[in-house]
């Protein structure tokens, strides 16, 4: 089954009176008409885990709200941003997804009702991912400003800020059983994360209980830095199952063993350099 969606050339935005405020005291207005493939570009995308939705962060600040089953046809759209959304990702049991915008802004959605919920601020640069925890109530970021951020997105707050990057962070990964989220930054290293002392801030995972300091200082330890790529990092993902992490360096993908750090395999044949990877669970 081939599905085509078809971005309307011009959008009537459900909120266009009112006024979208960045954290640098900028009002930007979204009454924007959407003229030109530029605004029209669709910078993120996620699935919904259960529903037939598909959801697409534009270059205008807009998220639209796609049905794919019956050929597809384009059921809301929704604004809070004022810059591109960078950074798309729902929660993998929960009715909540994550937007990340060049607005230096993260912004948490109810999908049950497709409303705006809240926004997170901390972040001083534009907010290029975003995913949240398999089990714990965090969400990760990362930003241009080099750092990685932890929030607690059910007591809206920051827990902790990565930093080691020198430039910007353009790709985060979180392992699926492991304390771990790897990194890929513009300064040419990928740093594997170990967050696990995290943990100390939590009292329960299942019971999603609020943040707050159980053991004094908590530290986020990098265990690993690859170096030596040869082209412009863009994507980095951990295997779903096996104990390997995949870089996109440039035109080629690079595969790393985390178990002693080994570079294990690479893939040749892009003419030009990948933004984007996924790997098959098996």
Known sequence: MHIKFQLPLSSSL??????CTLSTSTTVSTSTTLSTSTTLSIRSACLH???????????????QVWDYSGGGHLVQEMMAHCGPVRGL????????????????????WNLATHKYMFT???HTDYVRQVQFHHSYPWLF??????????????????VYTVSGHQHWVVSISLHKTRDWVVSASIDGSVRLWDFSS???????????TNVSTLFGLVEVVCTQVWEGF?????????HPTQEMVAVADGRMIRMYSTSDYREVGSLQGH????????????
């Open 14 to 19: 459900s909120n266009s009176s009112k006024p």
């Open 49 to 63: 885990p259960s529903r037939p939705h598909l959801y697409c962060g534009l270059g205008t600040g807009l998220v």
């Open 89 to 108: 990702t729902c929660h993998a049991t929960m009715q909540l997804m994550a937007s990340a915008s060049d607005d230096m802004r993260v912004v948490v």
């Open 120 to 122: 997170l601020r901390g």
């Open 141 to 158: 970021t990362g930003s241009d400003d080099c750092t990685v951020r932890v929030w607690n997105w059910q007591s809206r707050s920051l």
């Open 198 to 208: 995290l943990r100390n801030r939590t009292c329960s995972a299942g019971g999603h």
């Open 230 to 238: 040869t082209g412009k990092l863009g994507w980095v993902a951990f």
């Open 271 to 282: 003419k030009l350099s990948s933004n984007q990877l996924s790997l098959h669970p098996l």
